[in-house]
């Protein structure tokens, strides 16, 4: 791109706004995926407001010049990966978040973090249930991108289950506005749910109206150990077909290690794995639901089963959870699973996984949001090392297909971004994908927006 | 279409599948909106599998003959107005329903009712919650296609919060299964979802895959008898701002009424407005809540409360809610309407409704899912007198515009179809209307998907 072409864009928004000077533009090449081959953005636009993207959008769709939009950077599936010569358009400073307390929603900007709609809603006696790993350090805009879940899901849904409204800038620079603080809306086709979980490449959202609830209940929680990750899948199975947890988390014998290693909580480390579950009901129910929850252990083999009443001991096992991701990534460089199956196939899968790591040579601790049968395997390699690298990457693949034969998919919640383009055809399958295709081109005829998610951006995405 | 057409597709179809006798489709011309001015179909396909859907289907593309899916034909909005020369696929006779409880989910074919799906849940000590009125006689296919409410969504959400899986036929006869029985799943742009709700415009369901959850606990119950349906209005919106109810229905007196009329059951024939209200929460938050309701009710100037924890005295409260729509069915002709409003606007939206009838001079008898802001004003007319139907259509249009005005929907429940496209450009506006008319085409191309629901068909939905 000529550098006419950019300054027209810093022309057309305020000072500041645009960010062109490459040792400012290095920090927003990548997203918590470190691609190595990430491209250089040929300006960051650190957009203020909504009419600021779509100054941005009109502008790019006048030049074709490919869009990657970007919150926070914490995406897990090279979501925002800059391509060359693109323009990234960052949400990261619009922030606001208005509570209404009457009609029980959030008003958020796409660049507010997940943690802050909380704690607006908090101040308002509210709860906003969805909770990703990185509910700290991830915003509201690439929450909705991703359709992101987190530990509470397995009762309390995911994002998606939280949209009510969108505000969002097409390809073209126009603004639509999909729902609204309306709780059932039905009119016409379902383009808010289209939107939620598109991964940017539909356009970009500048405004989330979401549906906040009454507080959670205090949890009763029930540890187990087992002696085979097998065995604890087991559990989870006779458990949900029984109640609904509220928490229900498996960390494997290499993750509790890597736990006790980073933050010692006198977890067992010899068990094969551990399993976390709580349960908010209230009064006799969740007495009820603990003695099942522990039954269920039992039945399956636990070797230890404890039952706490007491929120902040069953926070401490909450926290030994929230403390694997960064255990695990203290330990160096991995690939980042986040397959997903039913259910039922969860032991079978933990299996296979066992026998993937055989194969190839590798370790493959997995943590997992085991209620919803999503599990987040992980794959350390040595980068500098290509035979590692290989052995790597072909765990990854391996497990990606043996998630999609029992039935499930290559991704639960971190989305297909860049890095797990290449296995999406082979779980969608010919027809899916072209519709697909289809669907994506009539939103964004010119291939513009965030080219290369999802699949690889081909000629015929954009229209002639 | 020559007689050949229709001959080449009753060859193609075992025998007794396709009816084109005029006296047999003459049942298949109408849902429950009776459109006068309804078509005739040129052939009824009743598929007995999604075969024989597929090979409709690719027969409709062949010779570009309109099609309408049809479920139980209890539609609402006319989504299932048979369309003049059109091929009606009938769904009715795919009754099959499989529940896998290991999975917690159930399988079922889109002519399965609701009621049907409950039951075999409930026979796995299993519940599927959506709860539309017309659970016994409307199919599990229509309510994915219009997103079907009901009763319990104030809770538990509508009939896309279930929806994990399906398996469409595309408008060129092609199957595509999009999810499954895997509870998360974000891989690809979120296709599922832009199914539900599309109401027979994008291509026929021939299987869902529902999510099923533990049964409802017992409920308590709140009934508070109100001077004016804007006070009982008041009180919802000062409960559902503290707590969640399961039930929170709203019936004024003219409802109340006919409810005693139809089936007397000792309500209070001179209050202004009936709320019932629900809690299933367990052990002591449900008294809290019990509490908290009648509180609010109070607060609002509730002239009587009662309040009972046994179920069955609560459930007779509920079947009169039940009986609302049928007591006033029973009275004659009328529009229905479906609006949903954010719920802090229902007091001034059920104060305009009254304005909208001493305007037009037509009584307004109003019942609603008041918890979720979702109000059936319901218009009676007599049809031979054009003065009466003119004022009637002219409050139903004046309705619809406030909860718009209010910001609002035209429909929370029953859909667009070919009742209310009058109205959606209002309400969307052009830019999402034209961006709907984009993904519409990408999917269907030949425009032969229900034409005229959602909008009136136009010569530029189809490819030339």
Redesign the interface.
């Known amino acids: 791109m000529d550098e006419r072409t950019v300054q027209q864009l810093v022309g057309a928004l305020p000072e500041g706004v645009v960010v062109t000077d490459p040792a400012r533009t290095e920090g927003y090449r990548r997203d918590w995926t470190r691609a190595e081959d990430a491209g250089r953005p040929a300006a960051v636009v650190r957009a203020g407001c909504a009419d600021h993207v779509r100054t941005a959008l009109r502008w790019a769709s006048e030049h074709r010049v490919p869009v990657v939009p970007r919150g926070a950077g914490s995406g897990l599936a090279g979501g925002a990966t800059a391509v060359e010569g693109c323009v990234v358009v960052s949400t990261e400073r619009m922030t606001a978040v208005e509570i ?5 929603v959030a008003v958020a900007e796409p660049g507010a973090l997940n943690a802050a709609v909380k704690e607006a809603a908090a101040a308002h006696g509210l709860w906003y249930p969805p909770d990703p790993g990185s509910f700290r350090i991830s915003s509201i805009g690439g929450n909705v991108a ?2 992101a ?1 987190g530990i509470c ?1 397995v009762k309390y ?2 994002t ?2 939280y949209v009510l409204g969108l505000d969002v800038v ?1 390809p073209d620079g ?1 603004l ?3 729902g ?12 808010l ?2 939107f ?3 991964e940017g ?2 356009g970009i959202v500048t405004e989330v109206v979401l549906r906040l ?2 507080p959670q ?1 205090p949890a009763a929680t029930v540890v187990a150990y087992f002696d085979t990750p097998q065995d604890a899948g087991a559990a989870v ?1 006779r458990m ?5 947890p509220s928490m229900l988390e498996l960390l494997d014998r290499t993750t509790v290690n890597a736990v006790e290693d980073f933050r010692p909580m006198g977890l067992d480390r010899a068990a094969g794995a551990l399993l976390v579950a709580q349960t908010d ?6 007495s009820a639901d603990v003695e099942l929850m522990a039954d269920c252990c039992r039945a399956t083999g636990a070797r230890e089963v404890l039952a706490t009443d007491d929120p902040e001991e069953g926070d401490a096992f909450l926290e030994a959870r929230r403390a694997a991701g960064p255990a695990l990534d203290a330990r160096g460089p991995m690939l980042l699973e986040d397959v ?5 196939r969860l032991p079978g899968v933990l299996e296979r996984i066992q026998a993937v790591a055989c194969e190839f040579g590798v370790e493959i601790p997995v943590v997992a ?1 085991a209620g ?3 599990l987040h395997p992980v794959i350390p390699y040595r980068p500098e090392d290509p035979n590692s690298t290989r052995r790597a990457r072909g765990a990854f693949d391996a497990v990606m297909r043996a998630a999609i034969a029992a ?10 971004g860049r890095a ?1 383009r290449a296995a ?1 055809p082979e ?3 010919p ?3 072209e ?2 295709r ?6 964004d005829p010119l291939g513009i927006m965030n080219p290369g998610v ?1 699949w690889e951006a081909a000629p015929e995405d954009a229209a002639r």
Chains 1, 2 share one sequence.
């Open positions: 209404d307390p009457a009609n029980r991703t359709d879940g899901c849904g995911v998606r289950d097409l126009r639509v506005t999909l609204g603080r309306t709780v059932k809306d039905v009119a016409g086709l379902p383009l749910h289209l939620v979980g598109s490449a539909l609830v009454p209940e199975v949900t077909a029984r109640l609904r009901a209230p009064g006799p129910v969740r997903c199956v039913p259910v039922d949001h919803d049968g999503n039935g499930g998919t290559i991704t639960g919640e971190h989305g297909v797990k999406l779980q969608l399958g027809d899916v994908l519709l697909s289809r669907i994506r081109s009539a939103v999802l």
